[in-house]
């Protein structure tokens, strides 16, 4: 593996909260060992002690590398407890260091409360690449959006933003974005 500083940071937005099924769970495991083992550096935002375990256990038992960015609410479970985390108590400081640190999104199927910190971040520095995992139409409302309100608006948007429809995909197409930004 690379270096840590010649790695990706690709913050993940993910939530193991919410109408939750076994199969979302297991979607996450597979993105935390796949990212793992291609050398990315995970960063995840835990907010109000929202915590996507099954990407962050997944990763680490890959041997892969996952920080935690949060809020004063987090409360880790002693499985991982020896995951760095940065506390940053004001959600627009936590944003803005997220969006400095990250060089690309990614957001997995999961709740309302992941899809709306991806938005939020992504609204901070909106020229940072977005791979969404299209799971069972998941992002669907937001391909509509950017085929119907980014393509007029936004020359090239495509260029970062992007839908996968699998794992493999998702790393694909992350790859692509962050060498569009080159």
């Not at 506390?87 to 060089?103: C, G, P, T």
């Not at 909106?126 to 069972?136: A, G």
Request: net charge neutral.
């Amino acid at each position: 593996m690379a270096a840590p500083n010649d790695t990706p940071m690709i913050a993940i937005f993910a939530s193991d909260r919410g109408p939750g099924d076994p199969e979302r769970a297991s979607l996450m495991s597979d993105v935390g060992r796949a990212f793992a083992r291609k050398g990315a550096r995970i960063l995840c935002l835990v907010e109000d002690n929202i915590l996507p375990v099954p990407l962050i256990t997944a990763a680490r038992t890959a041997k892969g590398s996952v920080e935690l960015l949060a809020d004063r609410a987090l409360a880790l479970p002693p499985a991982l407890a020896s995951v760095p985390v940065t506390v940053i108590e004001d959600r627009q400081e936590r944003l803005a260091h997220l969006v400095q640190a990250a060089s690309a999104l990614v957001a997995l199927p999961g709740s309302l409360v992941s899809a709306t910190a991806l938005f939020r971040a992504w609204s901070m520095a909106s020229t940072l690449p977005v791979v969404m995992l299209n799971r069972h139409g998941a992002f669907d409302v937001v391909r509509g959006f950017a085929a119907d309100v980014l393509a007029p608006s936004v020359q090239g948007h495509d260029r970062f933003i992007q839908f996968a429809d699998n794992v493999d995909d998702l790393w694909n197409k992350l790859v692509w974005v962050r060498e569009q930004r080159r």
